[in-house]
């Protein structure tokens, strides 16, 4: 199988809302903060936005004095930490809800046999999964994964998706044949650092319009069922 396409969604404001737990989202980085590399969670989280897992996680414990090696060796086990976090708030409610224009979107786009569907994202791997899976949406539904607990930027995680199509899909893309999809201007500026087409939604909480159409993506749009996407896509 040859794919013509790969196309990108980010996850959190794209494809589910947050809608539980108060501010589980983010008690969840101060909880393994502490519990992993024994610092503060007492982080201002606006200065952060747009940051990707693990760069995150290292601007604020470097600032106490965690070496690099410590910081990478004790890395897994703070993920471990976040996601038992979430997992105990998911007890007592549901945490996140799918986009139901997004998820028919993914799966039109899964009829296609030609179209290789991804995540670029900046939540690593195991906290993606997750959300994904608790939110309805399988994770299995994404063959390649750019994930944010494997670069130190939105940018270098973006670059990373030629060296993945290769050894995941077993072809070389070529930037043309990307689409990065999501709802904030990182997701975009990730995207055009690649040389993707780039498709701007305003679901979510980044999601202003005119801050959107700034960055100039090749569609902006409030929902991922419109007619301009489907056209887009021809589904």
Do not use: C
Request: net charge neutral; glycine share 10%; charged share 25%.
């Amino acid at each position: 199988m040859r794919y013509h396409q790969l196309v990108l969604f980010d996850i959190d404001g794209t494809l589910i809302y947050h809608v539980g737990g108060g501010p589980v989202g983010l008690q969840r980085f101060a909880y393994s903060l502490g519990r992993v590399y024994g610092v503060p969670g007492d982080f201002n989280p606006s200065e952060y936005n747009g940051m990707i897992d693990r760069q995150m996680a290292w601007n604020i414990v470097s600032r106490h004095g965690v070496s690099r090696k410590t910081f990478l060796e004790k890395f897994p086990s703070y993920i471990a930490g976040m996601l038992e976090y979430l997992q105990e708030g998911a007890k007592k409610e549901k945490l996140y809800e799918p986009i139901r224009d997004a998820v028919a979107l993914v799966k039109e786009l899964r009829k296609h046999p030609h179209v290789a569907l991804g995540i670029i994202t900046g939540n690593a791997k195991r906290i993606a999964d997750w959300k994904l899976d608790h939110a309805g949406i399988p994770h299995e539904y994404f063959q390649l994964g750019l994930y944010g607990g494997e670069a130190d930027d939105r940018q270098a995680l973006a670059k990373l998706v030629f060296e993945k199509a290769n050894r995941v899909l077993g072809q070389p893309v070529a930037p043309a044949d990307i689409v990065v999809v999501g709802d904030t201007v990182h997701d975009i500026r990730a995207g055009i650092a690649i040389g993707a087409k780039t498709i701007a939604v305003t679901t979510g909480l980044h999601g202003d319009r005119v801050i959107l159409a700034k960055e100039k993506p090749d569609l902006l749009v409030d929902s991922l069922m419109e007619k301009s996407v489907r056209d887009f896509f021809g589904v």
